[in-house]
């Protein structure tokens, strides 16, 4: 009873940290629309990135953290250097070349990816369930994203950079699972925060370029960009993360559609179309069918046996010679 109690504490805190997760991305893409006027690409990333990790770092001697094991850095390595660096970059550079609608269907190939790499990678397996919300999904952010794409303009580099973007955020996630068997949430978040700010360190000069000529709106974008959709948001994503697998929890990540919908209908008061709604729907659908627990076969229980006289060593033998199974259905109990 306490141990069913504990793991549904679990199960809620996760949760918890999936919904801080889910709305604190999608609020990046209204804020990144706002800063990418003033800040280049590259800049902007390392922005960001330093930002957070100021902010990580601070808590993280608060809290007296230590070194991780070295068995997780090539994890925090990977995914430091293709999440929170490559991925940055190549989605803040593909959304200036094409629209808003075309880089989200993009984008969304990511968590496709995620299940199929750990199913693959990390031993997952591919559940029914979790493909069939991930396709309910995928087609509720077509949806969405079609119906906000404009005159439908783009460009092959653009449309590149988007892949490149799903692609590291895929192998990142898949980089990231591994690392949390031997270091905290806190010590993945943190150090990874820090790799991919050296990768973007090349940006540095851009980036002092644009400080002293972007608008103070624009830079305080910047700052929240750092503090909550990467400080935090990346923190509550490895805290859920290392409770469940990276197939389920980037599926849950379709919803950031639906959320960046309902964010720029209050703040930017952009109304959205009936188009634009039902895709955001079925979005959100297909993340609940994801989440469902799938239905495992059990064997039925084995029929009780009547009492009899007790038998000497030679009839156990020979009954377990008949019964083959017995032992490990012993060994279970």
Avoid at 279 to 290: F, I, K, R, W
Wanted: proline share 7%.
């Amino acid at each position: 009873m306490d141990h069913a109690t504990g793991g549904t504490r679990i199960d809620r805190r996760a949760l918890a940290a999936v919904v801080v997760t889910v709305v604190l991305w999608a609020s990046a893409f209204v804020s990144i629309r706002v800063s990418a006027e003033h800040y280049a690409p590259g800049a902007l990333a390392l922005g960001r990135l330093l930002i957070a990790s100021l902010a990580l770092g601070c808590v993280f001697l608060l809290k007296r953290g230590t070194l991780p094991d070295r068995r997780a850095w090539p994890g925090i390595a990977g995914a430091g250097v293709m999440w929170f660096g490559v991925y940055m970059v190549a989605l803040n550079w593909g959304e200036q070349l094409v629209d808003a609608g075309t880089a989200a269907m993009l984008v969304n190939i990511g968590p496709v990816l995620i299940a199929l790499l750990s199913g693959r990678l990390l031993k997952e397996g591919f559940p029914p369930l979790l493909l069939a919300g991930m396709a309910v999904s995928f087609a509720g952010a077509a949806v969405v994203g079609l119906s906000m794409s404009g005159d439908g303009s783009s460009s092959l580099a653009g449309v590149v950079l988007c892949l490149v973007a799903a692609v590291t955020y895929a192998a990142g996630v898949v980089a990231q699972k591994p690392a949390l068997r031997y270091a905290s949430p806190m010590q993945v978040t943190t150090f990874g925060c820090f790799v991919g700010a050296l990768a973007c360190l090349p940006f540095g000069g851009q980036l002092l370029a644009d400080l002293p000529e972007a608008p103070l709106p624009a830079t305080l974008n910047l700052v929240y960009l750092g503090l909550f959709p990467t400080a935090l948001a990346f923190s509550t994503w490895a805290y859920a993360l290392a409770r469940t697998t990276a197939g389920k929890l980037g599926a849950t990540t379709y919803a950031v559609p639906a959320v960046v919908v309902l964010i720029s209908w209050i703040t930017l008061e952009e109304v959205p179309g009936w188009l634009t709604l039902l895709g955001g729907a079925v979005c959100l659908a297909g993340v609940a069918v994801s989440r469902l627990p799938s239905r495992r076969a059990t064997a039925p229980p084995a029929p009780e046996q009547p009492p009899g006289p007790v038998a000497g060593p030679a009839a156990a033998k020979e009954a377990r010679g008949a019964a083959p199974g017995t032992d490990e259905q012993v060994g279970v109990g």
